[in-house]
């Protein structure tokens, strides 16, 4: 954990160089080392599966010399972000009725955000 992705697959059978005495994070992560065309043939197959994997990322030249640790936390701190704003978006949307001239309706649409 305490090793590079890039370390990491220097020895894919061996046992890391270097020991890792933090505090592992507690998800399941995929990291894949591919091209996209690779990656989006996954994605489909794991869908079909009803596989869900919801820390998962790509090997990039950005990414390759973070610690596998902090690499993993940030992939769950944007996926948290990435949920949230999701569900903001799709969030059931409450109307309330606004008083408003004889024989006319008139709703007001109370987004998620809002007090």
């Known amino acids: 954990m ?28 995929l990291l894949f080392c591919g091209n996209e065309k690779q990656l989006d043939r996954l994605l489909k197959a794991l ?21 596998l640790c902090k690499l993993i936390e940030e992939v769950r701190r944007e996926h948290a972000a990435m949920t949230m704003t999701r569900s903001a978006v799709t969030a059931p949307v409450k109307a309330e009725a606004k008083p408003a ?11 998620p955000w809002e007090k």
């Open 2 to 29: 305490a090793e590079t992705a890039e370390q990491l697959l220097a020895h894919p059978d061996g046992p890391c160089a270097t020991p890792f005495e933090g505090k592992a994070p507690e998800t399941e992560f």
């Open 47 to 67: 869908r079909r599966r009803e596989l869900a994997i919801p820390h998962k990322a790509m090997l990039t030249d950005s990414n390759r010399k973070w610690e």
């Open 101 to 111: 001239a004889p024989f006319s309706t008139s709703v007001r649409v109370k987004l």
